[in-house]
């Protein structure tokens, strides 16, 4: 069932989900991974300056928000195509692994505008919060998503 929030969805994020370790260092250290879209309704606020890997200043906000759905990215799909063909988790619940601390590519503004993407902010969102599972926390998330806070920082 849909989180009452689904309809209000105004993130999306692409999360790297590792899906195996390397089999021998001899194989480099990058792990194989599986591209998840994870779609948020999130309230962005402004925050301090932050940094890009460049050493570039640039503006972050502060979010919170509760996650709808998620759902692999079909190979050879770009993660802001619209997705109606995709095989969606709308439960709001996070996918498997996802942890506090990731940095996931975002993109944020109307999702019904994708797959023009030029109406949104693209950027990082770095996960400084997931809601605990289990316990009250499970019984929330149940019904309105996962809970989540973070950093985004946009520009692109």
């Known amino acids: 069932m849909a ?28 792990a194989p991974v599986s591209l998840v879209v994870i779609e948020a309704y999130a309230e962005l606020s ?16 502060s979010v919170t928000g509760n996650l709808t ?8 799909a770009d993660w802001l195509d619209a997705g109606s063909s995709w095989a969606w988790t709308d439960t709001g619940l996070r ?16 999702l019904a505008s994708l797959p ?18 289990g316990g009250i926390d499970a019984l ?4 309105a998503g996962d809970e989540f806070n973070g950093i985004f920082a946009g520009g692109r």
Do not use: C
């Open 3 to 30: 989180t009452p929030f689904a309809e209000f969805a105004n993130l999306r994020m692409l999360w790297q989900q590792p899906i195996e370790a390397p089999a021998s260092l001899r194989e480099g250290l990058r």
């Open 46 to 61: 402004p925050g301090g300056d932050g940094v890009d890997a460049g050493g570039t200043e640039i503006g972050s906000q």
């Open 69 to 76: 759905r998620w759902a692999t990215v079909p190979e050879g």
């Open 95 to 110: 996918p498997p692994g996802l942890r506090a601390g990731e940095k996931l590519e975002a993109w944020e503004g109307p």
């Open 116 to 133: 023009t993407a030029s109406t949104g902010t693209r950027g990082w969102l770095t996960l400084t919060f997931l809601s605990p599972q």
């Open 140 to 143: 929330v998330a149940a019904e």
